[in-house]
């Protein structure tokens, strides 16, 4: 007999059920495409954060300092930052990797802000490594200017084609892309959201005060249940400029789906695991069809049977219903006055030997993997407060890169003992700014290579100075070898 819609009839069913035959067409889990089983943690992170990746940023990065000088530079004091950045040079690729592990490094000495970082006035606080590493000046510069996308070419706010992501969209799309082909996940995955917490303007800012940042941009996350390794993240643009979902479609639907298709895992029978945010019969239903189990916590508006919707077990009793493939659960734990509902396209009615049904259990291992994951990050992140939404999410993505690779190192090394996060993480950090380290230890520093003029108060400066154009800029330093007139900014560019 068939209920309206064509669909099975809803029918109680009682434990023990015999259990499912599920088929899995997923290939082998785990690390693929990976350096020799003795390679050092830094490979691992180039793995992720490659080559390219680093010129673009690169690219990037000076074009935008190039073009921001070129706007305001009748209004740019002598002095500024922004002045000084066109004297000591462009940035390149060693120091723009330094620049990666100086980052990292704050996460794991944290201070109340970055000029803490550079105090030579307490030496209760001194850190003498940063400022080996860079100058405080220069670093802030590269902070100021990072850039991955040429604003030039991004649509105004007037304009239709305007996206609140466009400035971060190609790091995320970069991320997604390497995540994947680096890893095949194991067959449980869980969907969930995170936070990275901003309270920037911008469109996409989202309050859920169920989080700890309560106000952030809110990323939709798939990642894989058992280690948190995340596999696809999508940016939620807000209610004005995300697209209008299909008709008749939830958007938990909507993102689950779109999720897996992202990351070609549909068709698999893979195994998603989603809270009540994100399930609904809907979803079952519409997973099954593309070959996709579901389990899941079910809201109690959400559409479901009589008998389930108005269930109301004694503690440590559960009450079944079956539609076909579908089982939904209602659950009263014996310490709980809430009872729970469960949707689930893979489990049967079976009791576990806890004395709970075998998929709450499930739902309990397998549900966490986001939050796992988010758990991780905030041991080393240094959670620095930006003043622009779209560099806070970089910043965010560089962390994110730096755990994904840990999880690829830990699946695969041979090293023994395998180092712990703490220790990869330190490892890392030297291998970006090794070579940076090296490139100013041959090249001594400004404060060695000037001195204060004695035979006269100032000297034209060498660099910067051209009297037969009518531009005289006198400095009270001068080069300590060949003792011409040269301003301390001007250092990088002077050769004798």
């Known amino acids: 007999m068939a209920a309206p819609g064509n669909q099975p009839i809803w029918f109680r069913v009682f434990p023990p059920e015999a259990e499912q035959d599920t088929p899995f067409h997923g290939a082998a889990s785990g690390p693929i495409r990976m350096p020799a089983r003795d390679s050092p943690p830094i490979l691992y992170f180039y793995l992720l954060f490659s080559l390219d990746l680093i010129k673009e940023f690169v690219k990037q990065t000076n074009r935008y300092a ?31 990797k330094a620049f990666l592990g100086v980052l990292f490094n704050m996460g794991l000495n944290r ?35 990072l850039h991955i996308v040429d604003c030039k070419k991004i649509p105004a706010r007037n304009n239709q084609n305007y996206n609140p992501a466009s400035r971060v969209k190609p790091l995320i799309d970069f991320v997604n892309r390497k995540f994947l082909y680096y890893y095949r996940p194991r067959r449980e995955l869980s969907v969930d959201e995170t936070l990275v917490g901003t309270k920037g303007k911008t469109a996409m800012l989202q309050y859920i005060p169920s989080k700890r940042s309560r106000f952030g941009i809110k990323f939709w996350v798939l990642a894989e249940a058992v280690t948190g390794y995340v596999l696809q993240m999508h940016i939620y643009l807000g209610k004005t400029f995300e697209p209008a979902l299909p008709a008749g479609t939830l958007q938990g639907t909507n993102v689950v789906i779109k999720l897996l298709q992202s990351a070609d895992l549909l068709n698999k029978w893979y195994h998603v695991f989603t809270d009540n945010f994100f399930s609904s019969l809907n979803l079952a239903r519409a997973l099954l069809v593309q070959r996709t189990h579901l389990t899941g916590t079910l809201r109690k508006n959400r559409p479901m049977p009589n008998m389930i919707k108005n269930a109301n077990p004694d503690p440590g009793q559960t009450t079944y219903a079956r539609q076909g493939n579908i089982l939904l659960c209602s659950f009263r734990d014996q310490n709980r006055r809430k009872q729970v509902k469960l949707v689930s396209t893979f489990y049967s009615a079976i009791r576990a030997m806890n ?95 000037i001195r204060k003029v004695t035979e006269r108060k100032e000297k034209d400066c060498t660099v910067c100075s051209d009297r037969k154009n009518g531009r005289r800029r006198r400095a009270r330093t001068e080069c300590s070898r060949c003792a011409k007139g040269l301003h301390k900014l001007c250092v990088h560019r002077h050769e004798c």
């Not at 190039?66 to 305001?72: A, I, V």
């Not at 009748?74 to 940035?91: A, H, I, N, V």
């Open 66 to 96: 190039s073009d921001l000088y070129d706007r305001t530079r009748l209004q740019t004091g002598r002095f500024s930052r922004k002045c000084q950045w066109r004297k000591e040079g462009k940035l390149t690729i060693s120091e723009f």
């Open 355 to 449: 004395a709970k049904p075998l998929i709450v259990n499930a739902y309990n291992n397998f549900m966490g993997g986001v939050d796992l994951s988010d758990q991780m990050m905030a041991f080393y992140n240094d959670h620095r407060k930006q003043t622009k939404v779209w560099k806070k999410i970089i910043l965010h993505m560089f962390h994110r890169i730096l755990l994904n690779s840990y999880i690829l190192y830990y699946q695969h090394t041979s090293h023994n003992p395998i180092l712990t996060r703490f220790e990869f993480v330190k490892q890392v950090i030297e291998g970006l700014t090794e070579e940076h380290l090296s490139n100013r230890q041959q090249n001594p520093g400004q404060r060695q290579k």
């Open 111 to 145: 201070k109340s802000s970055i000029k803490e970082y550079w105090n030579r006035k307490n030496m209760s606080q001194s850190t003498p490594w940063f400022r080996m590493t860079f100058a405080r000046n220069r670093f802030q510069n590269v902070l100021k200017f």
